[in-house]
C-alpha cells in the first residue's frame, strides 16, 4: 500500500501555470506507475495523465495535450503535473494515484492507492 499526499493546488487565472506535487511513502512507490485524475463538481473522475515506473512512457487525456506534463522523482518519492496555460475547465479536484499494475492505464478501476485530492481553481 501506498500512502499519497497532494500539494501545490490553488486559485490561478486563465492562463496561468501550478505545479502539482504527490509525495508517496512506501517502498513501492518506485516500481508503480502513477496518475492523475480530476473532479469538477457534478461531474465524474476523469483520467488526466499517467506515467509508468521509471518515467520512460506517459499517457494525457486530449484535453490536457500539449499544456501539462508528467514527471516523477524516484529518489524523492514524489510525482508532479505541470500546468501551463490554464483554463476555467480546469478547475477541479486533483488526485494523485497508484496503479496495481505496471505500465500505462488510464482508468480509474486500475488504481489501488488514492490521496485525499487538492482543489485547483482557474479564474477567467
Known amino acids: 500500500q501506498v500512502q499519497l499526499v497532494e500539494s501545490g493546488g490553488g486559485l490561478v487565472q486563465a492562463g496561468g501555470s501550478l505545479r502539482l506535487s504527490c509525495a508517496a511513502s512506501?517502498?513501492?512507490?518506485?516500481?508503480?506507475?502513477m496518475g492523475w485524475f480530476r473532479q469538477a463538481p457534478g461531474k465524474e473522475r476523469e483520467f488526466v495523465s499517467t506515467i509508468n515506473w521509471i518515467g520512460t512512457s506517459t499517457d494525457y487525456a486530449d484535453s490536457v495535450k500539449g499544456r501539462f506534463t508528467i514527471s516523477r522523482d524516484n529518489a524523492k518519492n514524489t510525482v508532479y503535473l505541470q500546468m501551463n496555460s490554464l483554463k476555467p475547465e480546469d478547475a477541479a479536484v486533483y488526485y494523485c494515484?497508484?496503479?496495481?499494475?505496471?505500465?500505462?492505464?488510464?482508468?480509474?478501476?486500475?488504481?489501488?492507492?488514492w490521496g485525499q485530492g487538492t482543489q485547483v481553481t482557474v479564474s477567467s
Open positions: 512506501g517502498r513501492t512507490f518506485s516500481s508503480k506507475t
Open positions: 494515484a497508484a496503479a496495481r499494475q505496471g505500465g500505462i492505464v488510464t482508468m480509474a478501476y486500475a488504481y489501488s492507492d
